[in-house]
């Protein structure tokens, strides 16, 4: 397998007041297809700073990420969304999803701009939702569904443009240790029968385990892979 | 697809209760006072009534502002989600406008309903009247249509609030723990 995600040389910074604040120092990193990499570090270590350069969301200010081919430093910024449509999902520790929308409508936004039929897109969103074993709370808003719940709705929000990788921001920071732990067995059977790249940053050392690499971050670099 | 974001927006503006409620009355209170005071404006020119329809614009331009404000703010992580995933410029656009132009077509549709029943009631009231004498309670068509279309200028400045907001929402945003 190729390498999907490649970031060489990488530093951020970020000014605050007049304080330059370095998130992110010289990092290399390679990720390969289908791996399931889990990002440990501590609160203010640089983690979520790395995760937002490494999926695009964030530019570095030193080095490149080569995302799937394509070097995030020269793309246009208006073809970003269509990269992330396309290429990337995300899950977020807050879930968010959109509170006006059903469980169905959540995993189907993605999809809304795209040129496919909306049969299409509702097909993909009920397979996904069997996937998750939610299909009988299609029609449920979100906040009528459990942090589990939610979270595995956000899972399959970020599987439906069956992306090349999925970026996931403390995914289990918002549940209990067994909902949380289902949450992750559910990402490692995804990454094992999809074969989606997982990327998962945390500060919790027990995703160690469904990892296929871990890598520690502290102070804005990575000190083991 | 266009027409997929407008429809889902509509369903999301509903869903939101009370945000789409609150300005869904206020608009429509806003279109019946200004209707109302043009056609006393027109009816008597030179007096206060002229000074009060300029006082209902300004309000008219103020409150859509406030609502292009409001809705960027609220609607922030939202939008950011939405820009996560994949959403680009004109849609998230797309989806702002949408609401607008539910809320406004829903509070015409109150304010029309609204003087259908003051007619109706006139009537039963003093059915001698012809419809003519209704001037003073009900509101004269070309009135509304052109407060219709002044209220549709007013919310001018109230999208480009909105689309300058909503466009510096950066996706990274969605990342923010609560």
Not at chain 1, 24 to 33: A, F, Y
Not at chain 2, 111 to 120: K, Q
């Amino acid at each position: 397998m190729g390498d999907i995600l490649i970031c060489e040389n990488v530093s951020k910074e970020y000014r605050r007041g007049k304080e330059i604040i370095i998130a992110v120092k010289q990092c290399n990193l390679k990720i390969r297809q289908g791996e399931f990499v889990v990002i440990v570090g501590t609160s203010g270590s640089g983690k979520s700073s790395l995760l937002n350069v490494l999926s695009g969301l964030d530019r570095p200010t030193v080095g490149r990420v080569i995302l799937d081919g394509l070097d995030t430093n020269i793309i246009e910024e208006d073809m970003f969304p269509k990269i992330r449509r396309e290429r990337v999902g995300f899950v977020f520790q807050n879930f968010n999803l959109i509170d006006g929308l059903t469980a169905i409508e959540n995993i189907e936004s993605p999809m809304w701009p795209s040129d496919l039929s909306s049969k299409v897109i509702e097909e993909r969103a009920l397979k996904l939702l069997r996937e998750i074993d939610l299909i009988e709370r299609k029609d449920h808003l979100p906040k009528e569904l459990s942090g589990g719940e939610q979270q595995r709705v956000a899972i399959a929000r970020a599987l439906i443009n069956n992306p090349k990788v999925l970026f996931a921001d403390e995914p289990t920071g918002n549940l209990d240790t067994k909902t949380g732990d289902d949450i992750v067995k559910l990402m490692k059977r995804l990454n094992k029968d999809e074969g989606v790249t997982i990327v998962v940053v945390t500060h919790d050392e027990s995703l160690i385990k469904y990892a296929d690499r871990t890598i520690r971050i502290s102070d804005g670099r990575i000190q083991i892979q | 697809m266009k027409f997929r974001i407008f429809w889902k927006t509509f369903t999301m503006a509903r869903r939101s209760g009370k945000r789409f409620l609150v300005f869904v009355i206020i608009y429509a209170f806003l279109i019946a006072t200004t209707a109302y005071f043009m056609q006393q404006a027109w009816l008597n020119p030179n007096t206060l009534f002229t000074w009060f329809t300029v006082l209902v614009v300004i309000s008219a331009v103020i409150l859509s502002s406030l609502y292009g404000f409001l809705i960027s703010n609220y609607r922030k992580r939202e939008i950011a989600t939405l820009r996560t995933i994949g959403w680009d410029a004109g849609s998230i656009r797309l989806l702002f406008l949408s609401e607008l132009i539910l809320v406004f077509v829903s509070s015409f549709i109150i304010v029309l309903e609204v003087i259908f029943h003051v007619v109706a009631v006139t009537y039963w009231a003093n059915p001698t009247s012809p419809p003519v004498a209704l001037e003073s309670v009900i509101i004269n068509p070309v009135i509304l249509i052109i407060t219709v279309a002044i209220i549709i200028g007013c919310q001018i400045p109230g999208m480009l609030l909105g689309y300058w907001k909503i466009l510096k929402i950066r996706p990274m945003e969605a990342m923010r723990k609560a």
